[in-house]
């Protein structure tokens, strides 16, 4: 077969590799403007992507046969501190096995029984925001996101153990970014690899813990915390988890879970915060709601102002996945050993779809229903983010307690918002410097 790939910038893989890096959101604006729905993008130690947004696209991509679209394998970069066995980085059998065995501890109606312990996690963490002293939000959701996560896998964070955890988690996360490849980066010169060999050691001392708190819970009864669950899934065979994949499926949830969810909180608060009516609506709403513990499920402003958020900003812009073999895809020929990469972002920002794309309008999400190729900032089919509910729960506990008990305001004297990376997140600049109101 002939290929034809979409033409993408003219500029060197470096280039490219760096506006991607610094620029990420407006790198893809451009390429948009410039090329329409679908481009290529040559990334530095990435290959060669071929970015889609056009809703039969992605579909055509999300509905694939996973033998051909593999996206753990368009996932390298992360395997340095996820390894083998974690749903991010497996393909095939072994990953199908993982994610039927994961899966019920996941669905909406489990998820909902972790409301109790998100919400008392919010009021620890509101409980210590100051009135008057501006502070970045994303660094007190990075802190409350991981507390919640952390309390979800392996019950309440006492020990020193479960602390040490977390501290580490915190630097690993920062230096991720650092490790682009299974290999160490010899070429880039000693600081590279003196930052390779520090990078290595903390994940050593990591899986020490790890396995530490694993061998507990094996020895325990079972007690509801999804680590004990995780102990207790067994495949078709009746062979549960081995301590190896405990580990890699454990650190994959803490690390994919966290992050994101802060990062996408931080965008959702800014969003909210800079509209007034909006932010009035939502008081309104969330005061007129009787204070069942259930009433997370019925609060559709506040859904709608996340989704809206999630829609603007989805932090994590797009998915990449490798081609086993050749296909076609929006009448490209596309050869094997490239990446195709459905691309939320700008499907978000079509004006087909979602009129006035730059405005930030909650009621679209009340006004009509999107599909999983229109709205997909947890990407899509079988590999659709598994901790999907999880987020939604956490991220409307969240904004509605801060709600509920607060008064906040953007702080003004911040500069003007635009986007930036951070690790594997596109996370607003200054993480969205608030105030609590006296
Ligand atoms: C707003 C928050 C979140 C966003 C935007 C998000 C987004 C995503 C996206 C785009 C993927 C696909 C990644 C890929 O294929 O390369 C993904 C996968 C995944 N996410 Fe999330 N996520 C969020 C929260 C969570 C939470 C709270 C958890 C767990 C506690 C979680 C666990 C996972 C896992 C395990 C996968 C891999 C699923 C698979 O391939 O089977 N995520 N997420």
Not at 10 to 32: N, V
């Amino acid at each position: 077969m002939e290929h034809s790939l979409p033409p993408g910038p003219k500029l060197s893989i470096e280039e490219q590799t760096f506006l991607w890096f610094s620029t990420t959101y407006s790198f893809l604006d451009r390429c948009a403007r410039d090329h329409g729905d679908s481009f290529t993008i040559e990334f530095k130690g990435f290959g060669k992507h071929v970015f889609f947004s056009e809703p039969t696209a992605v579909q055509e991509i999300y509905r694939g046969d996973p033998a051909i679209f593999r996206a753990g394998a368009g996932n390298p970069f992360l395997r340095p501190m996820l390894h083998t066995y974690s749903l991010l980085t497996m393909d095939g059998a072994p990953y199908t096995r993982h994610r039927k065995m994961i899966l019920p501890a996941f669905q909406p109606q489990r998820v909902t029984e972790l409301a109790t312990l998100m919400r008392e996690e919010t009021e620890i963490s509101l409980s210590k925001w100051e009135v008057g002293k501006p502070f970045s939000a994303l660094r007190a959701f990075r802190e409350l996101a991981l507390s919640i996560v952390l309390r979800t896998l392996f019950g309440p964070v006492v020990s020193e153990r479960a602390r040490q955890i977390k501290a580490l988690l915190v630097q690993l996360l920062d230096d991720l970014i650092l490790t682009p490849s299974e290999k160490a980066p010899t070429a880039e010169g000693a600081l590279a690899v003196r930052e390779w060999e520090k990078f290595n050691r903390s994940v050593e001392e990591l899986d020490t813990l790890v396995y530490a708190e694993i061998a507990s819970a094996r020895e325990k009864p079972a007690d509801g915390t999804m680590l004990s669950l995780l102990i207790a899934a067994k495949d078709e065979a009746g062979i549960g988890f081995s301590d190896t994949e405990l580990r890699d499926e454990l650190v994959t949830l803490v690390v994919a879970g966290h992050e994101t969810t802060a990062t996408s909180l931080a965008w959702a608060i800014y969003w909210i915060l800079h509209k007034a009516e909006v932010s009035q609506k939502l008081l309104h709403e969330i005061e007129s709601q009787p204070k069942t513990p259930d009433r997370w499920a019925t609060l559709p402003y506040l859904e709608a102002a996340i989704k809206e958020s999630l829609r603007m900003n989805p932090v994590i812009p797009f998915v990449s996945w490798l081609l086993e073999e050749p296909v076609t895809i929006a009448g490209f020929k596309l050869p094997a050993g490239i990446h195709v990469a459905p691309c939320s972002y700008l499907t978000h920002r079509r004006p087909d779809l979602y009129p006035d794309p730059t405005v930030f309008r909650p009621e679209r999400f009340l006004e009509r229903k999107y599909t999983p190729y229109e709205f997909h900032p947890f990407a899509g089919g079988v590999r659709r983010c598994i901790g999907m509910y999880f987020a939604m729960l956490e991220m409307k506990i969240v904004i509605g307690t801060i709600f509920e008990k607060l008064t906040l305001r953007l702080d003004q004297t911040a500069p003007k918002m635009h986007a930036v990376r951070r690790s594997v997140v596109v996370a607003p600049a200054g993480g969205t410097r608030v105030v609590v109101m006296g």
